[in-house]
């Protein structure tokens, strides 16, 4: 059988936009460069729900580039924490004021100068400049590479080099010369809601009939799959430190590595004692400690195993934290900058106890067990 050429399949996805496909999301009101840069670059591994009300958020707070390049970082993350994957916020702010610095103030149009921008490459530069601008660029997300993965039966897994270079191969053939911006919406919203990773709608799905493997009955093989292997587990020991007024200790994380640049609690290191190590690194006299319950925090590559361990602290003479490096923290205030959801959860845990403890005056963080 002929398979129908890739303008008949550009042909039927922008006929199927124009009836079904999203056209009222927030970055698509205003589709600026800027607007659309800072929705794909949350929409990286991150459901369009979950996005939304963070876009809102951010662009009332940071409404061009000029006033995200202007920001502090922590303000920035503050505004990220929750969404995940913090290395997004920490490539914003940063090529923020890389356009400031380099263009002007005014986010690029040109391919080579986008794609070179932090935490882009040339997939999220193709969508920016095809969104905004209607330039004629292929993508290559997630959603992207399932649709023609599908659409044209390839198989290995997307990861690799051989498979990832088909489907650009594919995906700039498939890229039409006219309506590129509804094209590029049309096939990351087939992705997103038809032609989805489990179950897909094929009897919804405008392509379905020049489907490869939707023919063959096997739409389940493509893409394949990441080759499977146990996460290995890691572990940490995060103190949870009360001076005597209810403040919490918080450090500033080294800027690289997980949670890079977001505020947390010290770790305490394997084969280290708190009392000793708490008084060695952060010139503080601990209680001792009391270890609260263990739970699991899951990242792509690992899961993290956190005991969190409670205790009093009392200033000590023998030295002080580093400088702007760490703050006592009023649980009952806003959040000083960005924290990791497993950072937000013991503070919570942290600001009850504390509401139980002002409910029995005579008693305070330190002293309950």
């Given at each position: ?138 993508i290559l ?6 649709v ?30 006219r ?37 063959m ?29 209810g ?61 969190p ?14 400088e ?46």
């Amino acid at each position: 059988m002929k398979r129908p050429a890739p303008d008949d399949f550009a042909d039927r996805l922008l006929a199927w936009y124009r009836r079904a496909g999203r056209r009222d999301l927030p970055w698509q009101r205003d589709p600026t460069a800027y607007r659309v840069w800072i929705s794909e670059i949350m929409l990286q591994q991150t459901r369009v729900g979950t996005v939304i009300p963070y876009y809102e958020r951010f662009m009332e707070r940071f409404p061009d580039v000029r006033a995200l390049g202007a920001a502090a970082l922590d303000e920035v993350l503050h505004l990220w924490s929750g969404l995940g994957y913090y290395a997004r916020g920490r490539n914003l702010h940063r090529a923020a004021r890389l356009v400031c610095e380099r263009h002007g103030g005014r986010f690029p149009t040109d391919f080579d100068a986008v794609a070179a921008l932090p935490g882009v490459g040339p997939s999220t530069a193709g969508a920016i400049l095809a969104l905004s601008a209607g330039q004629r660029h292929a993508i290559l997300d997630g959603n992207v590479k399932r649709v023609l993965a599908r659409r044209f039966a390839v198989p290995g897994w997307p990861g690799t080099g051989a498979v990832a270079r088909r489907l650009w191969s594919l995906a700039e053939r498939c890229t039409p010369y006219r309506d590129v911006a509804a094209y590029t919406q049309a096939i990351m919203d087939l992705g997103a809601t038809v032609c989805t990773r489990t179950r897909p709608a094929c009897a919804q799905c405008p392509v379905a009939g020049d489907c490869a493997a939707y023919r063959m009955g096997q739409v389940d093989r493509f893409p394949a799959p990441r080759p499977r292997r146990e996460l290995p587990e890691r572990h940490a020991r995060m103190l949870i430190l009360a001076d005597p007024a209810g403040d919490v200790l918080l450090l500033r994380r080294p800027p690289t590595g997980i949670w890079g640049g977001l505020w947390g609690f010290p770790e305490l290191p394997e084969g280290e004692r708190a009392g000793p190590w708490c008084r060695r690194r952060l010139g503080l006299a601990i209680d001792t400690p009391r270890e609260g319950p263990a739970f699991t925090h899951t990242f792509t590559h690992f899961r993290l195993r956190i005991t969190p361990l409670y205790a009093c602290a009392r200033r000590d003479t023998d030295g002080a934290v580093e400088e702007g490096g760490a703050l006592w923290y009023n649980t009952r205030k806003p959040p000083p900058g960005g924290l990791a959801v497993p950072v937000r959860r013991l503070l919570a845990a942290a600001g009850a106890r504390m509401q139980g403890d002002r409910d029995e005056p005579d008693r305070t963080l330190c002293e309950t067990g």
